[in-house]
């Protein structure tokens, strides 16, 4: 288990706004993945993701967050997708409507969505995911994810939590 030491470290340094700073670089360094899986087009990209992220929410927390993909040959089948809504996908981003809807008009004529159920929500389906490589995408998200702990740890905002620790959280939580 790790704690992220808020304030100070031992040597009496504020590691908070270093924490920051590096946490902004990740959040861009993610931005560019977007960015790059939108061609070029940050909000394209956020937006697909955003897709993603609402069609498999169901999934990751009914399967208690688990690994679900290798269940499912690599990529979750499409019929395990929750579609989503323009208007929730706004929602969540803070865009306008009409914007995420010229977004996802783009999305669908290019193939990397399409309309689903009753209520025409939309899914990202598995057969634009393994377009977009995501071996590729998975391998450059957690090559951020590690920068940041490795950054983080580097300021000394990250610290090892003992065992008897983690046994006092446990009993007190």
Known sequence: MIDFVPDRTGTGH????????HGWQHVLRCVGIATDLGGGDMVHG?????????????LRLS???KDYDSLHGG??????R??????AV?????????????HVGKLIE??????????????VPASAIEQMRP?????????ALDELIISLDRVGALRPRTQDEVDRSVMIG
């Not at 969540?92 to 914007?99: A, S």
């Not at 290019?110 to 899914?123: A, D, K, L, S, Y």
């Open 135 to 143: 071996n590729v995408v998975i391998q450059d998200s957690l090559d």
């Open 14 to 21: 504020d590691v908070r706004r270093a924490s920051v700073r």
């Open 82 to 87: 929750k579609p989503v809504s323009v208007y």
């Open 63 to 65: 399967n208690g967050d």
């Open 90 to 102: 706004a929602r969540r981003l803070g865009l306008p409507y009409e914007t995420v809807r010229r």
């Open 110 to 123: 290019e193939g990397r969505c399409i309309r689903m159920g009753p209520r025409g929500g939309v899914i």
């Open 46 to 58: 956020v937006i697909l993701f955003t897709i993603i992220n609402a069609n498999t929410t169901l």
């Open 75 to 80: 990529v979750a089948d499409d019929t395990l």
